[in-house]
């Protein structure tokens, strides 16, 4: 899979480029790539220019933004001393989904959830209550058997 998201982007070549909205998603790809490859560092240190390209796409890019920023939070969430920086990101992609997705979304769950994680320490009540508001949608819509409904669960405890 990573092979032929590279090879997406070389083929772009100058027709599309990194900064069209083309190239931007192909990078995005490699950026859940490289998070599911457990390659944070890569993650955070890529995502900022992915980031910034999707911004200047406006609002058609919001979806794709708040997914950069989701995986930009949770890289950063896992770099010492990284953990404001990573909230920052957080929030802003629980802003854009609760104003793009309707309340029982799997994503806007997906978003509660790793502001939850990021936060738990520093602010617990508050990482709670993001929980509650997402597990129930997680359960419905991906299963008590994924992943992410699983990590809520075992936040909740």
Do not use: N
């Not at 609760?98 to 617990?124: C, H, K, N, Q, Y």
């Not at 419905?140 to 909740?156: F, I, V």
């Amino acid at each position: 899979a990573r092979s032929a998201i590279d090879g997406i982007r070389t083929s772009m070549g100058t027709t599309f480029g990194p900064k069209s909205a083309l190239g931007l998603r192909a990078r995005l790809a490699g950026l859940r790539w490289s998070m599911a490859a457990q390659r944070f560092d890569e993650v955070a240190g890529d995502a900022p220019d992915v980031i910034e390209g999707l911004r200047a796409l406006g609002v058609s890019a919001k979806p794709q933004l708040a997914q950069a920023l989701i995986l930009q939070g949770v890289a950063l969430s896992r770099s010492p001393g990284a953990s404001r920086s990573a909230e920052t990101a957080l929030e802003e992609a629980l802003k854009l989904r609760t104003e793009l997705l309707w309340p029982g979304s799997w994503e806007l769950a997906e978003a509660r959830v790793r502001l939850a994680e990021a936060i738990r320490v520093r602010d617990r009540a508050r990482s709670d209550a993001l929980i509650e508001a997402a597990l129930g949608s997680l359960q419905q819509e991906l299963g008590e058997a994924h992943a992410l409904t699983r990590l809520a669960a075992s936040l909740r405890d």
